[in-house]
């Protein structure tokens, strides 16, 4: 008589370590790519810094005289220059090399071509994950961002450096979102809270790491290079992991994943069970992105879609309306960026308590970032710059945390079979909010819109349920039983009431 037992990988894992040895090399790896991808996103910010218009000349008049913006500057060009106003700027960018005021249009095509390249990675590449598997998978992607990035810096054509943008993008888009589900998955349920918010606290290192590189290394093509060189050092934890064990599971390649949870077991200085079947119930057709629209996920789909799309476009409309909050551009962007830090360690915290998790971390997240760029739209207009900017960088606290903790929350609302599509989709969502950011961060009205619309999309996560101390569901299978049966019990309860309301003989 066989006297195994069928058990799902957070079963295994409780007996061979849900976060031991192992765990910690595949975190700590997740965490560096997690600080390389950062680094990689706000480069075209550094490398496209149009000019700065001083007064060269204080004896021809402009000694006395409010600094004209750029596009003044380049409109009226000659009399500007006879009034001994000049072009100037610590960066020598790839805009500045191309004439900042001919080609104006170079620096918002080139943050648009990324973040287009972002979507299209995000979307393709979590379908790749979900078929071919998420080791091999962010692995080319490393190599491939690395690459593409240092090949561009040498493009001399604003067009042929835009298509660089694009697959330097789609890389880096896809290595964000792989990379990070690799690292979750590799953990027990209980500390894929933990692991996410070491993964996403890294990211906002990687920004803040940049800016005294980009300051150290003003010109655009040794910049390009230098960050693309980060991504060699990437390759070497590779050596020491193996396939994600759930995605073993959920594809029912249950030998390899039982091969893989024995390393594990022995990285981490434990015995697996020997009485142990993994077991998943798996779908009778091959699972897809349609999926993740069936009746069960179809509303965390579209809430989760439309809470990545407001969490990047303020964060990253934040981030490229620094320059526009007064004072020096690197300065700005350097406590945009530290912000973000103790931001990512207090929602490491908030997401386990019982009061808040995931839910009301998400959304007291996105309510503080929207009530601090509010009142630095108000405060703007009464010439409050100082105390705007104190309020300005407490919106992006807000928006951090709760961008960090609807990565967390994300991960766990879908099976594994669909969470690599599912997150796709909420990454590709993600991109268009990254791609409007920045359109929208030059106007004055940004802060007033970014606060309306964090506040609209704070109040719609109350539709979404709390998954702090749940287990993973392992397929989406499982997932329609568990729906139909608290379903099915809600029904029950509801018929007994009535039953109960008409024995009442009152």
């Known amino acids: 008589m066989d006297s195994s037992k069928k058990k799902t990988v957070d079963e295994v894992f409780e007996t061979i370590g849900g976060f031991g040895k192992y765990q910690w090399i595949v975190a700590t790896c997740g965490a560096y790519l997690s600080m390389i991808c950062g680094m990689h996103v706000l480069t075209n910010f550094y490398t496209t810094i149009p000019y700065d218009v001083t007064c060269g000349d204080p004896t021809l008049g402009c000694q006395d005289a409010d600094s004209p913006s750029l596009s003044d500057f380049c409109d009226q060009i000659d009399g500007m220059m006879a009034l001994g106003w000049e072009r100037s700027g610590h960066a020598k960018s790839f805009v500045m090399e191309q004439d900042g005021c001919i080609n104006s249009w170079i620096r918002p095509a080139v943050n648009s071509a990324f973040f287009i390249g972002w979507f299209i990675g995000g979307f393709s590449c979590g379908r790749l994950a979900d078929k071919f598997g998420r080791y091999t998978l962010s692995l080319v992607l490393l190599y491939l961002g690395g690459g593409i990035c240092m090949l561009s810096s040498l493009s001399t054509d604003p067009i042929v450096y835009i298509l660089f943008k694009v697959a330097h993008g789609i890389a880096i888009g896809g290595l964000t979102l792989v990379s990070y589900i690799y690292t979750v998955e590799a953990a027990h349920a209980q500390n894929q809270s933990a692991v996410g918010t070491l993964v996403l606290a890294s990211f906002s ?15 655009w093509g040794r910049f390009n290079r230098v960050v693309g060189l980060f991504c060699i050092p990437g390759s070497v934890w590779y050596f020491f992991m193996s396939e994600s064990p759930r995605w073993l599971v959920a594809n029912n390649k249950l030998e390899e994943a039982e091969s893989v949870l024995r390393r594990i077991a022995f990285y981490n200085k434990r015995s697996y069970p020997t009485d142990t079947v993994l077991h998943v119930e798996v779908a009778g057709e091959k699972l897809g992105f349609v999926n993740i629209f069936d009746k069960c996920v179809r509303m965390r789909t579209l809430v989760m879609g439309i809470s ?24 700005n962007s350097l406590i945009m960026s530290v912000v973000e830090i103790p931001a990512c360690i207090a929602q490491g915290s908030t997401v386990e308590w019982r009061t808040l998790g995931r839910k009301y971390s998400t959304i007291g997240g996105l309510f503080i970032g929207g009530l601090g760029c509010g009142f630095y739209f108000f405060l703007d207009l009464m010439e409050l710059e100082t105390f705007g900017r ?17 990565y967390i929350w994300g991960a766990e609302l879908f099976p594994t079979d669909v969470r690599s599509s599912a997150m796709g989709f909420c990454t590709s969502c993600a991109r268009v909010g990254g791609l409007l950011g920045p359109i929208f961060a030059p106007f004055s009205f940004s802060m007033a819109l970014f606060a309306i619309v964090a506040g609209v999309v704070g109040f719609l996560c109350y539709s979404l349920p709390e998954t702090r101390g749940k287990s993973t569901p392992e397929s989406l299978a499982e997932m329609s039983r568990e729906s139909n049966n608290e379903a099915e019990r809600s029904q029950n309860m509801e018929a007994s009431i009535t039953e109960m309301d008409d024995e009442d003989p009152l």
């Open 205 to 219: 290192v990687g920004l803040a790491l940049l800016v005294p590189l980009a300051y150290s290394i003003p010109h």
């Open 308 to 331: 990545w799309m407001t969490c990047s476009f303020v964060y990253y409309g934040l981030n490229f309306a620094s320059g526009n909050l007064g004072g020096d551009l690197y300065v």
């Open 390 to 406: 104190v309020l300005a960088f407490t919106g992006k606290m807000g928006v951090t945390a709760s961008f960090a903790t609807v």
